[in-house]
């Protein structure tokens, strides 16, 4: 079985049983202080369980459907095995690494809290771009074919703006993190990846 429907299908049933039930919401979001105060470190994990709503739910598994598949392949390819750790690793190292600034920046503020796998898909994602540079992508809100390597660019310099910025309400640094750990999981899972990258786009 794919290891990305296996983690959708996890995330669906939880997000899903977490948003019907406040006490269970509130146990497994992230919170920096309930882990620095009480040393609840497993919620660094299960925030990307639980979503704050259906369309979050929906719009974070439909691009882990999108780009989750092909890195599976790709991971397969590069190991000559199965997928499964390499992509374990990835997704959650995508997870924890992404909370690790939000963890520093709120884990005195009893009252910030996060939730969803943005983190994680990006990890996937920039994974995808990595290994993909050249592949043409349609986007709902952008209906005009980009190179992988442009939109990664043009999402990295947004993300890290509206982090300096932090007004929205949304953990755009978690996205930027979780973007680069996917980058440098896989320039160290296959080198030949970075120079291949490079190549392509002709840098």
């Known amino acids: 079985m794919s290891i990305t429907l296996a983690i959708i299908g996890v995330t669906v049933l939880v997000s899903l049983a977490a948003l019907n039930n406040a006490a269970l919401f509130e146990q497994l979001l992230f919170q920096p202080f309930a882990i620095h105060e009480r040393r609840e470190w497993y919620r660094f ?10 369309m979050h739910l929906l719009v974070n598994m439909y691009v882990l459907w999108m780009f989750g598949s092909a890195v599976e392949q790709a991971y397969g390819q590069i190991t000559g095995a199965d997928p499964w750790l390499p992509y374990l690793i990835l997704y959650i190292g995508g997870v924890i690494f992404s909370a690790l600034p939000g963890y520093y920046k709120h884990r005195h503020d ?7 796998a943005s983190g994680a898909t990006s990890a996937v994602v920039f994974s995808f771009i990595l290994l993909h540079p050249d592949t043409k992508l349609m986007l709902i809100f952008l209906p005009i074919p980009l190179a992988a390597w442009i939109f990664g660019g043009l999402y990295l310099f947004y993300e890290w703006y509206m982090s300096k910025r932090g007004r929205d309400g949304i953990a755009h640094d978690a996205h930027y993190f979780g973007a680069l750990y996917g980058i440098a999981f896989t320039a160290m899972l296959e080198p030949a990846s970075v120079p291949h990258f ?5 840098f």
Do not use: D, E, M, Q
Request: proline residues 5%; hydrophobic residues 45%; glycine residues 14%.
């Open 45 to 54: 994990l299960t925030h990307a369980a639980v979503h704050g709503s259906i």
């Open 110 to 116: 009893p009252a910030y809290r996060a939730v969803g």
């Open 198 to 202: 490079f190549n392509t786009v002709g």
